[in-house]
């Protein structure tokens, strides 16, 4: 059976994709600094946690946090040596709610963690749905933060106890979220390395279990292509983008989702149609978007 014209016109997108020149604007940059697996999966969690908002705010941000643990010897023998003292260059840290205290609780956590199950893949080990396995991994770097939190004396009770900044980057899929950065991170760990991009790191896990990282991109896109009628970006809508884009490539579905949300990144999509863009655009003949709507003026009231 011919593929039918929305997967033709996916692959073309992936295929008109430069994902080595377009990773410079993405965090995955940092993900690529480091040759030993060991640095980069810890790396690829730091820098998948930030992203969120704005990539030309977050990008600086991650810079500087990647420089002081380079300077410590790399992500993973400044984890291994953590102690609180080696946060003072990123202590003052801040984008939007995450702040260089919490980045430090994270590492010290991760000493705890990683001292005991070797690295952040072991976590993702064990049979069942990505789901469970995610949530148990979250579970564990939480009990771990709480392990180190009370050894600095904080007097926190329970993984809830953390501060808030922390547990939004150790997000837990019990609240329904779709999860996108720990999609995002697993994409990067487990996805083949071939388009450029992705590092393909892992073996714990198969590329067909993977879930679209369902951003505000991505998820508007996916609306435009008929890969979803959900509205919001829920672990169940990550889910049913995922299941369109399988019946496209059953063993690697997320192999689109870095095209598709650098069309949103790159400015190249405008979330609505545009005579000056969209003709440009390899998924212009599948796309539904709508044209823009007025500029609503303000009543003065
Ligand atoms: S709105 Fe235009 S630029 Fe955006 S995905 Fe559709 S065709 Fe492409």
Redo the contacts with the bound molecule.
Sequence with gaps: MPPSPLHVYLDALVAHTDGATRRLRDPVRFVHRYADPRDAEIAGLLAAGFAYGRVDLFLPVLERLFDALDAGGGPRAFVDGFTPEHAAPFLDLVYRWTRGDDVALLLAGLRVVLAEHGTLEALFAGAGPVRDRLQRAVDTLRAGCLTAAQAQGRGLASPDDLPRGLRYLLASPATGSACKRWHLFLRWMVRPPGDGVDLGLWTVMAPAELLVPVDVHVGR?AR?LGLTQRPDASWRTAEEVTASLRAFDAADPVRYDFALAH?GISG???????AG??PA?P??PV?R?PAKRPTSRRSGR
């Design positions: 896109v435009f069309l190249a999509c405008r979330g609505h149609r545009d863009i969209c655009c998924l212009d796309c978007a």
